[in-house]
């Protein structure tokens, strides 16, 4: 296993004997990280799983937002990064998994079912759709495994595990997808926008959409990836990037924003941005 950093695992899926694996990943972020450069994978899918918080990704020249439990595929060959933005807080999982035949039998997979699952995963490509549960557990189980002793029973396992994921993934990506977002969430937004310059409370908004606060906290969530809280402090962070190009005072724009001090403002910006707001001003 390769370890980058306590929140950040590589593995090489080669050692693990999967044929055409060639990567899999996993980061549980608690702040904002530098963006990933332009990059491609030659030969190779790239399957991303956003299990929680906030993702941008630039493929191509199309720019895609993945929220809690959603998917998307880069196909190969592809340039992608995460463009403007850094790699955001919260947790992300991705595999990569080599194209040609050549390569051999996608985890001892009979050719036909390996170039099905394949097949079905380009032709979703370049779109979201949303994970579930299973997926979650299975991504941890593969993690746990790559932490225990390498054996000839934690191969099998690894390329028994990793076959269920592009399974599940695959069946995922027939789903119909809710083509329209929240009516409720569409209320809410327009809400928290006419109130940015206050402190806005969690059970405000759950009274606007007739919800106890315990129920919408679990329902908002579920619906945007994150917590009411944190929602609301990245529309916030997102007005005071204008605002700070517009004002000469970084304590106005957070008193502004209704933020209970610029420190605590300069804390969120940097959490959400990776930036202080006079570095960015700078910038």
């Known amino acids: 296993m390769d370890l980058n950093t306590t929140e950040r695992i590589v593995i090489?899926?080669?050692?693990?004997?999967?044929?055409?694996?060639?990567?899999?990943?996993?980061?549980?972020?608690?702040?904002?990280?530098?963006?990933?450069?332009?990059?491609?994978?030659?030969g190779a899918l790239e399957i991303c799983y956003c299990m929680k918080g906030l993702q941008?990704?630039?493929?191509?020249?199309?720019?895609?937002?993945?929220?809690?439990?959603?998917?998307?595929?880069?196909?190969?060959?592809?340039?992608?990064?995460?463009?403007?933005y850094p790699e955001d807080k919260g947790e992300l999982f991705w595999i990569q998994i080599l194209i040609n035949p050549s390569h051999g039998k996608l985890c001892n997979l009979p050719n036909l079912h390996s170039e099905f699952?394949?097949?079905?995963?380009?032709e979703r490509s370049e779109y979201i759709f949303k994970g579930a549960f299973q997926l979650k557990l299975i991504l941890e189980r593969l993690v746990l495994l790559f932490k225990k002793e390498d054996s000839i029973l934690t191969r099998i396992m690894v390329n028994q595990l990793i076959t269920e994921l592009l399974l599940e993934t695959v069946l995922l990506s027939q789903k119909k997808m809710q083509l329209s977002p929240s009516k409720?969430?569409?209320?809410?937004?327009?809400?928290?926008?006419?109130?940015?310059?206050?402190?806005?409370?969690?059970?405000?908004?759950?009274?606007?959409?007739?919800?106890?606060?315990?129920?919408?906290?679990?329902?908002?969530?579920?619906?945007?990836?994150?917590?009411?809280?944190?929602?609301?402090?990245r529309l916030k962070i997102e007005q005071a990037k204008v605002d700070l190009q517009n004002s000469n005072s970084i304590t106005k724009v957070?008193?502004?924003?209704?933020?209970?001090?610029?420190?605590?403002?300069?804390?969120?910006?940097?959490?959400?941005?990776?930036?202080?707001?006079?570095?960015?001003?700078?910038?």
């Open 184 to 233: 409720k969430i569409n209320i809410l937004n327009s809400y928290i926008v006419q109130n940015l310059h206050r402190i806005i409370y969690v059970d405000e908004l759950a009274e606007i959409v007739s919800m106890s606060t315990g129920y919408f906290k679990a329902w908002f969530k579920e619906k945007t990836g994150m917590p009411p809280k944190e929602y609301v402090n």
């Open 12 to 42: 090489n899926l080669q050692e693990y004997d999967v044929k055409r694996g060639l990567s899999f990943g996993h980061y549980r972020y608690n702040e904002v990280k530098p963006g990933l450069e332009s990059h491609q994978h030659q």
């Open 117 to 122: 699952l394949l097949k079905e995963l380009l």
């Open 254 to 283: 957070a008193f502004d924003l209704g933020f209970s001090s610029s420190q605590y403002f300069a804390t969120t910006f940097k959490k959400f941005t990776g930036y202080t707001p006079s570095s960015f001003i700078n910038s």
């Open 56 to 84: 941008h990704y630039k493929i191509g020249d199309n720019m895609y937002e993945l929220k809690g439990d959603d998917i998307i595929v880069v196909p190969p060959n592809t340039v992608h990064s995460t463009g403007e």
